[in-house]
């Protein structure tokens, strides 16, 4: 019975050593899905930004009234800031998928292998 580390793979079609350009081509394209996995999620959370900020006022709801600011931009640029993060949490497996991906290119079928099992750890 084979152990999970003697278990091959299959083959990629990528099994064969990529150009400098290619190398690129591959980078630019996962950057691309990644930027707009990003834009994507932050739109979706400047949304739900009122209700987000609603969630976070909750605990301090008895002993605060409202938020207090200390400049006339601090509203916008937290609404900002909470959407920019939470939209990057939601998009946070996109681009750890596409990372996975890009590096997964330059490794051996052993390492791809290893690698999974980390990841899946």
Do not use: C
């Amino acid at each position: 019975m084979p152990t999970e580390l003697e278990i091959e793979p299959p083959p990629l079609a990528t099994d064969r050593p990529l150009t400098l350009a290619e190398h690129l081509e591959e980078l630019r394209r996962r950057l691309v899905i990644s930027f707009l996995a990003l834009l994507a999620t932050v739109g979706f959370s400047f949304t739900q930004v009122d209700r987000m900020m609603d969630y976070l006022q909750r605990p301090a709801a008895g002993t605060l009234p409202q938020l207090a600011y200390f400049h006339p931009t601090e509203p916008l640029t937290a609404y900002i800031k909470l959407a920019a993060l939470a939209g990057l949490v939601l998009a946070m497996p996109v681009i750890l998928w596409q990372l996975w991906g890009f590096i997964r290119l330059g490794l051996n079928r052993r390492e791809r292998v290893l690698g999974l099992a980390f990841v899946g750890w």
